[in-house]
Structure formats: C-alpha cells, structure tokens
C-alpha cells in the first residue's frame, strides 16, 4: 500500500517539476528583447558581426523548444549551464550560495521555533489573559509587517542604535568562525523569522488550548502534578503536530523568502544572485535559480505528504 | 507566581519597544525617525543654500592633498552592485566594477580633472599627420601581479582578445582601430582604419585600455575573472562573490609619489557590494564600511542630511558630463514631428521633475551634453535650449493635432498618444509622473505609462537584430560620459538604418545605438569633421554645433545632470587630489574612487 503511495507522489513530483521548468523556460523566453543584448555594453552593440558569432557561441539561434529540451536534459545531469554574463557554471553559482541561504532559513526556523513554542504554550496556558493578550497584539503586528521591513528596523536599532551587530556582509564560518558568522546572520534571520513565528506561536496555542482540555489533562492535574510539568510533557507534545508540518513548509518556502532579505543586508545568497540575475538579463541563471528553488519546496512539501502517510494511516487509504 | 523564563521573555520584548520608541540624546544623529525628520529640515535649507548655487558648481572642489601620507589600514567600501566580472575586454562594466578593475589594473592613459587625457602606463604619444598612427611611449619596469614584465608586445597580445571581446569589441569598432604593432620594448604604434584625432581617449576606458596578461587570460578566460591579474596597485586577494572582494598591496607597484615613496599606501582594500541604498548608507554611518558609492540623489540628500546631522564624514559630490532625461523615438509618429516634440519638452517642467527625483540642490538641470564645469559646455547651447512654458507647448500641440496633414493618422483634433517609459525605480516613477500629469492637462496627450527592468527598458530601445529598430515611445535615459565627446555622440548620431546611410551615400555607415534614430547629414558631417583635428576651438565649436541641432530639433529632453557621490569616513586622505605621474589631478566621477593614492590619517 506504502509503495503505491510513494509511486503516486513520484509521478506528481515530476510532474510539477516538469511543469515549473516549462514555465520557467517560457516566462524568461517572453521577456522582450534579445539576451545577446544584455551580454554587451552600449558600445559592443556597434559590432553586429560579434553579435552573431555570440548569438551562435551560445546556440540561441536554435528554436525554443530545442534549446528547452537540451537545458532540461543537461540539467537531469547536473549541468544547469554557464552564465550568460559571468561565464559561471549555474550550478556552480547555486552551490556556494546555498549554505548561506539554507543556514538563514535553518536559523529563521529555529528561532522561530524557539520562541513561537513557549509563547503559543504560554498563550494558551494564561488564555484570555495579559500574557495572551499582549502576544495576540505581537503575533498580529508580526505577521502584517514585512520581513524587509523589519530588517530595516533591526539594522536601525542594533546597528545605528547600539552598533552591536554588523549591517550588512556575511562572515563565513570556514573563514571566521561560528560566532562571526552568527553575528552576520542573526538580524537577517530574526527578520525572517517574525512571519513563522506568529504563525506558529498561534498554532501551537490553538492547539494547545484544545489539548488542555482533553481529560487526561484533566487527570494529570487531580494527580497534582506541577503546571509547568504538565504543559511540556503532557500536553505540548499532542499540540505540535500541526506547527512541525507547517515548520517543516515553511523551511522551504524561506528558502525562496531569502530573495529580499538577502538583498537589504546584502547577503551572498541564492536571492541576491537571482536578484542581479534579473537585472542582468542573465537567463540561464534566472531559469536554474528558480528551478532549484522550485524544486527544493516541491520536495519539501511531497516529504511532508509522505510524513503525514507514514504517521496517519487513513491517508494511506485514500 | 509567574515563571522566570516567562519574565525573561517579557523583558526582551519591553527592551525592545522600549529602545524602539526612544533615542538617546548624543546618538540621535543616527536615529533613523531623527534623521528622516532631520533630513527634511536640513533638506529644506540646502534647497535655499543650493537653490542660489543650482545655477553655479554643486561639485566638490578638487584639493591638493595636505595631509602627511601614512602606509597601512584597510578601507572598506560599499558598492552598488557586484562586479559582473572582472576580465576588461569581456565583461559589461559599471562603477562597482569599474572601481575594482581601477584597483587591480592600469589603463594606458587616464582622464584628468579638467577632462584632458593624461599619461598613466603611457608617458607621452603622438600621431601621424591624418591621425591614423598613434605612437605610444611606455612606462619602463611595470610587472604584472604574478612578475611577468609589461611591455610594448603585451599590448600587441592583447589585441586580438579584445577585438572579439564582448565589451571591447565595441570599442575597436568605435576607434576604427585596426593593427596594434610593437615598435620596440617600451614604444607601441596603434593603426587606425579612420582619423581619430582624440584616440587616446579611448585608452582610458578598461575595455581597450585596461592592460591585463594576455597570455593568463587565453589559457584561462573564465577563471580570469574570479583570478584577474593585472599591473594596478591592488593584487586580488579573495573573490567572494555578492560578499566582499579582497584586493592586497602591490609591493612591486611602479608608481611612487612627489616624495618617491612607493604607492600605494593602503595594505588592502575591502569591496562589498550592498545594493540597498539605505542599508549602504547606514553601512557607511555604523562604521561598517568606510566608504560608499551612489549615483541615486535620493541617498545623496540623505548623506547630506546624515553630515548636517553630525556624522563624521566626508562628501565627494561630482556632476560629470552625463545627463538624465528621456528621448523621443523618431520613428514613432506623432514624435517625427518637430512640433510635438518641442511641444512636449516646453510642456515638461525640469524643475519639478528634478525635485521629484529627490535632486533639487543637488543635480544641475540640463541643456546639453555637457555639465557646466566641462570644457566642451556652451552657454549659448544652454540660453537655446526650450524652457518649461506651458503655454507655448500647448499652443504647438494643438497646431499638430489641429493640421489635416498630421503624421499619426489620426483625425483633426483627436488626442496624440504616447508612452512614456520608465525602468521600475520609484524616484523615476515619480519623475515621469510629473510629465505625465502636465501632458495629460493639456486634454491633448494621452499617456500610457509603462516600467519595465533595465534591461528589458534598453532592449526595447534597441530593438532586435539586423534593423535594430525600437518599439519604443518617449523613453527615460542618460547620455554621455567624462571622456571625449566623440566616444559618444560619434557612435550615437551615425545612420539608424542602411537605407538612411544609403540614401546619404554613406553605404554600409550603421549603428544600432542611434536609439532616437534621428539622422541629420549636418550633424553627422560635423562630427566626422571633429575627429579629424585636434584643435580645441575647431572642435568646441562643431560639438556647439551639434548641441544646437540638439535644441532644435530635440531628439532628447533633459531632467539634470547625474549627480555622483562618493561618501567617506573622516580621516581618509587622498581620494579627492590624487595626481598623474605629470602630477596633473586626476578626474573624479561616475563614484568611481581611484586607490592607489588613498591613505588613512587616524
């Protein structure tokens, strides 16, 4: 039954990624204009005959569908093609960039888990009261600012205010250490934080506040155990079951959220580069950034439908 | 009882708003809500103080360096951008990577202040008669990054990289520039197919200039980019892409100072390209980086602001010969027709179009080519170009959609149609927006608005291949640069088709970069003219010549000239004052700092 179900969630899988690459391959194919183009300054537009010889370097005198095909097939091996601008290998471009964007959502993750856990617990614990009230009022003011908009605010506060942390570069760990590079990543990740945490901060209270009414619940305190013991061992375990499946759609959804964040305190990750790719006319860089970011959130979420499968046995079944 | 975690939770959040809601008293130069509400008072008074100088020098003077020179220290600058790449033959360049390849390589000649070229690795040159041989003397003893000497023979290897070079290509095809040859070790000739009586120009631009070891970057033309190795002061260190590139001290440098000493001073040099404006200026003002780059007069008047404001930094604020504004597509009817065309630059205010650009104080209206400090500027050019008169451009507006005979096809009295276009940055939007409000009052415009990104905005312009004629309406743009005027108008005013050049019996003269694909025989002549003499009055006068063909036949109207700025931390010397080895100043612009000169006195 397990393997039918996995079959059937391959078959989808590669679907949505054919259809993203397609649409990918097209939406970059209509932009207006020649790519050749965006390859040579104001003055290299003077030389028709180097235009031509790129045009065939690059082979994009050849139909849509055939190039579509070939950079599909290249990209089943690995090969996402060379930068039409920098002359970089894509997937080259995709895997230094990649620990930076993946450790800022893995941050983003963790940070939000850390702090939506005991707020939602808390929340739900003291319902209706101050505590509860005054983190409705946070998660709502949260959720309705941006992301870059709050990295605007950390840079002001804890850069221009109190000059603790860096505004803008990245310290990588192989070069500077841990805390250099924690020191880089923090405000950005904080900022990418705020939107998950409320959502799961109201999660895990939501689902806490039914879990507290359950009878066991009920039970344990007429045993006396302590508060404090109840709500983390008894109760909080039955309540995050919807934050982890949400946490673990958000990862991949960060990974594409990057794009601005990384862009404002100026990061050298995957957003940034699909950012001056698109200012670039850099095509094949758009078109292999987008995919791998597509791909890696299809993957995520398929993981997740698979998780639920394995957990939930009527979703087996249907 | 509440639990102690809980407390610590609620402190944080209370810190926090707290710290939010207020500032203290001796940091609020850096306050963000003061400096915003600063940035207006202080605004507003540059307005008044600029207001009398908009007519004069908005530009920073420059200053022979007094302070004592001292070697070590870092700088870190903030760029705009990262660098495309680093090859100079190859790669699109703009000022972030213009101010890197200024660091790792040396041109052959340099731009000085005054807008004359000046001798770098080139001490002195001459030309033949017709201007068609340029004999060049070189510099003796300069060695590449990795010990291999630079000699006459490097230029030779160099050529045929650059000749089929993506950047370069252009502008060998621009200088007509057909043979490098090696004379001897130090001297080298360059073979022109045409006349070009300002060639050296040509030399100061990276793409034919920059001087880079040929044979590195045959066996290796992708990895020279992340790897180049050229003569300049500055060898590559790291190159982390989108984070910081790493340039170190060149101790084999060739180049001393007045006094002898080796340059240059600074141990290394640290790049970090941060694209937000703001975050680059906040970058600046935290101490994060010592320096910056902008061409945006929105983040100018904030530095201004931020420097009223207290912080401790220096402003190096330049015009340069290039100017802002949008150009009429000629093929596009109604705007083949003089009359609409005079008729909607009379109808465009330059002032509120300036201000919306957040540039007023700041950024000079334009008239020509040419900003008021450049040697090629016209005061008469100036006094003859349309000023804003709202009803004079209505009164031609309605002659043209009145006239029976008008070019658009459409009936007498029916509203002309444009669009106006614009790449997608809010102070252009709100640019345009005041043109589009001022048209659409006349009851007679019709204006569509459209943004798209830079580069999809060039290529509509540009059209496609082999006519290369744009679909393009009234388009934003920017036109010209510091160096001779021909590097520009020469390949700009050349026939849009080969029908044009046929037809003026000029088979086979076309270029796609004519975007207003405006012809005029008169213009093109006297430009063909300007590069055949060297003499500056004969040439001032026929580039005046073509400036006022400009304001009457208004392919183009302008908004101001581009303001640039370079922001410093206090205590950075020799940035503004750098010198030619002749120890002429050098030329500022574009924020594009030049290094090997800069030194940090704390």
Known sequence: ?318 | MKPKWLKIIASFFAIALIAAACGGSDSESSDSTSTSESATESTEEEVIESGTEAEGDVDTEVEEVVEESSYGGSLTIGLEAEATGLRPWEDSCSSPCLTMIGALFDTVTQIRADGTVGPWLATDWSANEDFTEWTFNLVEGVTFHNGKPFTAQTLVDMFPLQQVGAAAGGVVTAAALTEVIAVDETTVKYVLGSAHSAFPSFLVQPQLGAVFDPELASADFDGYSMNPVGTGAFMMEKRDLDNETVVVRNPNYWMADADGNQLPYLDSVNFRPIPDEGTRLDSLLSGTTQAMQTLRQGTIRDARAAKADGADIVLLEFQGNNVGGGMYNLNNPPLDDVRVRKALTQMNNQEATIEALGGTGISLPGTQWFSPDSPWYSEKVAAAWPKFDYEAGQALLKEYIDDPERSDGKAVGEKIEVELSCPPDPTLIAAVQVSEQLWTATGMVDVTLTNYDQQTHINYALGAPPDFQGSHSVHCWRWSNNLDPSTELNRQLAPHTLAVAAAYGLDGIFTPTNFFNYFDIEVFGALVKAIGTDVFEERYALYEMVMMKFATDLPVYYSGHTATLLALEAGIEGINGWVLPDGTFGGQGWSVPQLNQAFLTN
């Open chain 1, 1 to 318: 039954m397990f393997g039918k179900v996995l079959a059937a969630k391959t078959v989808r899988l590669i679907a949505t990624l054919f259809a993203v690459s397609l649409l990918t391959f097209l939406l970059v194919e209509q932009l207006p204009g020649d790519p050749i183009l965006a390859i040579l300054p104001p003055g290299g537009l003077d030389d028709l005959e180097n235009i031509e010889r790129i045009r065939k370097e690059l082979r994009l005198d050849d139909p849509v569908f055939t190039r579509y095909f070939r950079w599909v097939g290249n990209a089943l091996q690995g090969d996402l093609g060379k930068s039409y601008i920098t002359d970089q290998p894509v997937a080259d471009a995709i895997k230094d960039r990649i620990p930076v964007t993946m450790e800022l959502a893995l941050l983003a993750t963790l940070i939000a888990a850390l702090l939506a856990i005991p707020i939602g617990a808390l929340s739900a614990y003291r319902e209706g009261g101050y505590f509860d009230r005054a983190m409705s009022a946070f998660t709502t003011a949260a959720l309705s600012i941006p992301g870059f908009l709050a990295g605007i605010f950390f840079i002001w506060l804890f850069t221009l205010k109190f000059n603790w942390l860096p505004s803008t570069g990245w310290n990588r760990i192989s070069d500077k250490g841990l805390f250099a590079n924690l020191q880089t990543a923090i405000l950005p990740a904080a900022s990418l934080a705020l939107a998950p945490l409320a959502i799961n901060a109201r999660l895990i209270r939501a689902d806490m506040i039914g879990t507290l009414k359950e009878d066991y619940i009920l039970s344990a305190k007429a045993k006396g155990l302590r508060d404090r013991y109840i709500l983390m061992r008894h109760a909080l375990r039955p309540s995050s079951l919807t934050a982890i499946t949400v946490f673990a759609l958000q990862l991949g959804g960060l990974i594409g959220g990057t794009v601005v964040i990384e862009t404002v305190f100026a990061l050298p990750g995957l957003g940034t580069r699909l950012i001056s790719g698109i200012y670039q006319r850099d095509v094949m860089m758009i078109q292999g950034i987008t995919l791998f970011i597509a791909t890696v959130y299809v993957v995520v979420n398929a993981l997740v439908d698979l998780l639920y499968a394995i957990l939930d046995p009527r979703i087996r079944r249907q």
